[in-house]
């Protein structure tokens, strides 16, 4: 855990704090506030992290247990996993103060991807991007059906959340169109602030092998610290990788996955990150879906001023 904040409120010093636990205690948790209490101005968060004592028989009744603790006039959405670390099973829960009326909005695959669509507009639109946006709608046109169908043959389980994307917009990616070229924001991920490319369904098809290229060492389990989630699988020849998103810098920091080869402990058409430097390969969603749900709840994160500003 860590803690940043200023110095008795002066910015122009910045204080960093970090907490290790080696060996974590069963039942028990460690978090941070914000702030330390609700006086005028705030006071930053002082001392160690506080310790909970954590008794959840899944994660959403600890999601409940903790929304149900939080000021209601301030909670906007909540984010739980648990993670075995013996079996690297994940069990997850996201809870929002609009969650109802998304879950009556949005039952199918189409009305997701659509509901995606519409609030990353918004999103746009609130970072001053509106004409960033103007010129990505005006440009940006969805993919074929040959495209998608070409797609499908390789990928027969690609999920429909992901297609109807497709569908709306076919890569942001330096893609050309008749009508001009997009380079433009239009995914993220856990990495929070950190803004990826869609890549169009021809795309996905033509690198569907590059992985193999130079993932056998994070696959393969070769350096301890290269961390690789329990629920991706250990065998290159059984690998089967949607290769789906590249981050800002082509891709050379980072890659998004949808997975349809986990082991045993892991689910098929979980959405996995691969992160370099330090490297790493972990799940980030157990399936497309959960994964635009995720940006949704997160309130679209890596559309930001830094973002608007590249």
């Known amino acids: 855990l860590s803690i940043l904040k200023s ?15 080696d060996t974590p205690l069963p039942g028990t948790g ?6 330390q209490e609700n006086l005028d101005p705030l006071p930053s968060f002082q001392g160690e992290p506080r310790r909970v004592a954590i008794e959840a028989e899944s994660a959403q009744s ?9 000021n209601a006039e301030n909670k ?10 013996a079996t690297g099973a994940r069990d997850t829960a996201i809870l929002n103060k609009h969650q109802q009326r998304k879950c009556n909005l949005m039952p199918t695959a189409k009305e997701l991807a659509r509901a995606y669509f519409d609030g990353l507009k918004e999103a746009y639109c609130r970072e001053g991007g509106q004409e960033i946006w103007d010129h990505f709608a005006s440009v940006a046109q969805g993919a074929s059906q040959e495209d998608i169908d070409w797609l499908l043959s390789f990928y027969p389980d690609a999920p429909e959340s992901l297609l109807e994307l497709l569908r709306l917009v076919d890569g942001t990616y330096y893609r050309e169109y008749p009508a001009g070229q997009i380079l433009f924001y239009f995914l993220g991920s856990d990495y929070e602030g950190y803004p990826y490319y869609l890549l169009s369904a021809r795309e996905m098809v033509d690198s569907k092998d590059q992985f193999r290229q ?3 060492d994070l696959i393969n389990r070769e350096y301890d610290d290269e961390p690789v989630d329990a629920g991706i699988c250990d065998d290159m020849d059984k690998l089967n990788f949607l290769h789906f998103s590249d981050c800002c810098n082509n891709g050379g920091t980072s890659q998004l996955f949808i997975d349809f080869s986990p082991s045993a402990s892991g689910k098929k058409g979980q959405v996995v990150r691969y992160l370099h430097d330090p490297d790493e390969l ?3 969603a157990d399936s497309f879906d959960e994964y635009l749900q995720m940006l949704i709840d997160q309130d679209y994160l890596f559309i930001n001023e830094d973002s608007m500003d590249e």
């Open 7 to 21: 110095l008795d409120g002066d910015p122009a010093c910045c204080c960093r704090y970090f907490f290790e636990y």
């Open 30 to 35: 460690h978090f941070i506030h914000t702030y």
């Open 62 to 70: 600890w999601a409940e247990n903790l929304w149900s603790s939080l």
């Open 76 to 85: 906007v959405s909540l984010y739980v996993q648990l993670y075995d670390l």
């Open 214 to 216: 130079w993932g056998d």
């Open 282 to 284: 972990v799940i980030v």
